[in-house]
C-alpha cells in the first residue's frame, strides 16, 4: 500500500512523525516502510488509511498536491484490521523494495542453539531522531506449528523451554558472520514487560573494563503463546555505531548433547594420528635440529586430571589434548572457544577426539606422560618421576651416643642397625684417633663425632648404594677409618 502512494502523500506521511522530507521518491518509500516496520501506532495505520482514500477536491488539504489528482480504487472494506494490513511485513520485517543487492548481514552460528525458523532478518536499528536513547520497536506472531513446538518441548530447567524465542544483536557489518554485540544501555520490553539481559562480569584487575557476555536474549516465557501478535521494543543508546537486530525460533542443546555429537562424527581414526605425529617429526632437511620424539601429557591442562575424552582443534599445530566434558562444559557457561594449550580459537565444529590418544589412555594406566617417536610408536614415561624420589644428600649411619656426647664404637655382635643418619662436608678435614671414634671440623670451626662402624648392614650407605662392608661412601671418612690407631691424618 505504502508503495503506490505518491510523492506527496510520502511526505505527508513522514512529516506526520517527524521524519526528513527531501530525497528521491525511492528514498521516502525506503522511510516509510521502516516506519510500518518499527512505530505500529494506531495513529500512523489511521493516517495511512487517510492517505489511500480517493481525494475530494473540495475537501484536500493544503498539504496535498494541488494539481489534478487521478481518482484510486479504495480498499474492499470500511475497516481495516490492524494485522491484516501490516501481514505483508508481519514475519518479514526489512525486506524493503530491492533496489540494490545490498549484502545481508549474517550472525555466526552457535553451537548451543539449533536454529529451526527465522522470525525476522538482522535488520538495522535506525534512529528515529538526535536523543542519545532510542527504542525501535517490531512485531511478530508465531504460527500454529512454532506454538506446538515450544509448548512441546521440554524443560532444561524449571520454567525453561528447550525450544525458544531467542533476540540477537550484532554489528551492521556485512564484511563476515558477526558475534553476538549489544549495544550500550540496552533494555529489551516484551509486550508489556522487560526481559533480563546478561550483566557484566565483575574485572579484578585494576584499569580493567568488565566484560558482557553477549549471547541471545531468551525471550519465550514473557510471550503469547497464540496466534496473537507479539511486540518487541529495543531500547539502545545511539553512539554513532549500527547495530542489526534478528528474531530466530531455536533449539538449545546441552554440553552432554554436543559430547556425543562430537563422539559420533568427530573422532579420528587411530591411524591418522599416527600419520599426523610421524608427520610432526619428520626430518627436516633445512633444519639443524633433529627431534627424535615429543612428549604428550596425559592431564587435562583445564582441571588438572586425568584426560577422559582427548580432544583437540583441527586447526591447532600442536598434539596435546584437552578434556572434551570439561571443555565443553565451560563454553555452555562462558563461551569463549579458545584452546587451553596454544590460545588459539577451536570453535565446536573444528573440534576432533583423537583416537591413538585415546587408544593410549587404556593401555596406560600407571602414567601420566607418553612420548610419541619418529616411528609413530610411543612409550610411557615413568623412570624419571621414579628416579626423582630416591634422596639427593650423602648418608651416614651413626650409632647412639655416649654421657660425655661422644658416640660410641659399635660392636661386632652388637645393635649394627641402630645408627642414626648425618651428612656433613667440614672444610677442616677429617681426623682419626685410636679409641676409635673419628672427629672433624665443620666450616664454621665447630667439631663433630662420627663412630667407626664395624662391617654389616649397619654400614654407611650414600645416595641409597651400598659400597661393601666397612668402607665408607665419604672419601675423607675412609681415610679417616684406613688410619684408625695411627695417629693423626695430614691436614689437606
Known sequence: MVMSFRVSDLQMLLGFVGRSKSGLKHELVTRALQLVQFDCSPELFKKIKEAHRPLDP????????????VPRTPLSGPNIDYPVLYGKYLNGLGRLPAKTLKPEVRLVKLPFFNMLDELLKPTELVPQNNEK??????????????????????????????????????YSDTSGPQEDQYPPNIAVKVNHSYCSVPGYYPSNKPGVEPKRPCRPVNLTHLMYLSSATNRV???????????SVALYLVRQLTSSELLQRLKTIGVKHPELCKALVKEKLRLDPDSEIATTGVRVSLICPLVKMRLS???????????????????????????????????????????IIDGLLSKILSECEDADEIEYLV???????????????????????????????LLSTPSSAGAQGSHVVVASRGRRGVRARGDGVT????????RGVISSPSPGPGA????????????????????ARAGAGSGPLPRP
Open 233 to 243: 521494543t529495543v531500547t539502545w543508546g545511539n553512539y554513532g555505531k549500527s547495530y
Open 460 to 479: 654407611a650407605r650414600a645416595r641409597g648404594r651400598s659400597k661393601g662392608p666397612g668402607r665408607s661412601p665419604h672419601p675423607r671418612l675412609s681415610q
Open 375 to 405: 616411528d609413530g610408536s610411543w612409550c610411557p614415561i615413568r623412570a624419571e618421576k621414579e628416579r626423582s624420589c630416591s634422596p639427593q644428600c650423602p648418608i651416614l649411619v651413626l650409632g647412639p651416643s655416649d654421657a660425655n656426647g
Open 439 to 446: 672427629r672433624f671440623g665443620g666450616a664454621g670451626g665447630g
Open 58 to 69: 473540495l475537501t484536500m488539504h493544503s498539504t496535498y498536491d494541488r494539481a489534478g489528482t
Open 133 to 170: 536513547l532510542q527504542e525501535s520497536p517490531c512485531i511478530f506472531a508465531l504460527t500454529p506449528r512454532q506454538v506446538e513446538l515450544i509448548r512441546n518441548s521440554r524443560e532444561l530447567q524449571p520454567g525453561i523451554k528447550a525450544v525458544q524465542v531467542v533476540l540477537r544483536i550484532c
Open 309 to 351: 575424552v582427548p580432544c583437540r582443534a583441527e586447526s591447532c599445530a600442536h598434539l596435546q589434548c584437552f578434556d572434551a566434558v570439561f571443555y565443553l562444559q565451560m563454553n555452555e557457561k562462558k563461551p569463549t572457544w579458545l584452546c587451553p594449550v596454544c590460545d588459539k580459537p577451536a570453535p565446536y565444529d573444528q573440534l
